[in-house]
């Protein structure tokens, strides 16, 4: 059979149609095999992890196929417990892949230690944004007679007078005592500066 005949029978043409039937079949399974493997479409609602252990939320990602790392531990936050979640990323029901990692936060166990400013001799508007500025907070204010309105004199906690560069828990309050602006003069007689008009010689002429 000649090559022209051979291209134009029906067994060639057969022949044909069964190889593109194959690589229809094969591109078919090829692509669906792509799609099942990389979870095509498919995605995972970050669950809600705040208030949980490092250990809670390592299960919790990990029965969805999700990993995670612990960025940093924050400052103490006394509305959540201890050493748990209390910061994510991705955000709680955003939409991931598996395997995505979710980044988290630990609340510390307790608050920082700080050191306490020096307030002595500046006033009560100074002395507030300065304690908050460090992270404390006002406490109880007092006065006591000093020509200085408002000029922090002392600076107490619990009673104990502190002192500047002190260390306390950050968010104590701190007690200030204020001058109250009066002078106070002391009105006892010192009898040796005293002058007795009966003794002094009398200037009349004899």
């Known amino acids: 059979m ?24 094969i ?13 095509h ?7 809600d ?10 299960e919790k990602l990990a029965a969805l196929d999700l990993d995670y790392i612990i960025l940093d531990t924050v400052d103490f936050r006394p509305d959540a ?28 166990s307790t608050y920082t230690m700080v050191s306490v400013p020096d307030l002595i001799e500046k006033t009560y508007r100074q002395a507030i944004p300065t304690l908050e500025a460090v992270g404390l907070k ?6 006591r007679p000093y020509l200085g309105k408002d000029m ?25 005592v204020l001058g109250d602006g009066k002078v106070v003069f002391d009105e006892t007689t010192i009898d040796s500066t005293a002058v007795d008009s009966t003794q002094m010689p009398s200037l009349d002429a004899e």
Request: hydrophobic letters at 45%.
């Open 81 to 108: 417990p201890k050493l748990t979640v209390v910061e994510q990323e991705p955000k709680a029901g955003s939409k991931v892949k598996e395997g995505r990692k979710i980044y988290l936060k630990i609340n510390a």
């Open 2 to 25: 000649s090559l022209r005949a051979y291209l134009t029978s029906r067994v060639f043409v057969a022949q044909i149609l069964a190889a593109m039937a194959i690589v229809a079949v």
């Open 152 to 176: 922090v004199l002392e600076m107490r906690m619990n009673g104990k007078k502190l002192k500047s560069g002190d260390k306390v828990l950050k968010s104590s309050k701190i007690d200030l």
């Open 138 to 143: 006002e406490g109880t204010i007092s006065y």
């Open 27 to 39: 591109a078919y399974l090829f692509f669906h095999w792509i799609t099942f493997t990389t979870h």
């Open 41 to 47: 479409g498919q995605e995972i609602s970050v669950p």
């Open 49 to 58: 992890l705040s208030k949980l252990s490092a250990e809670q939320a390592e």
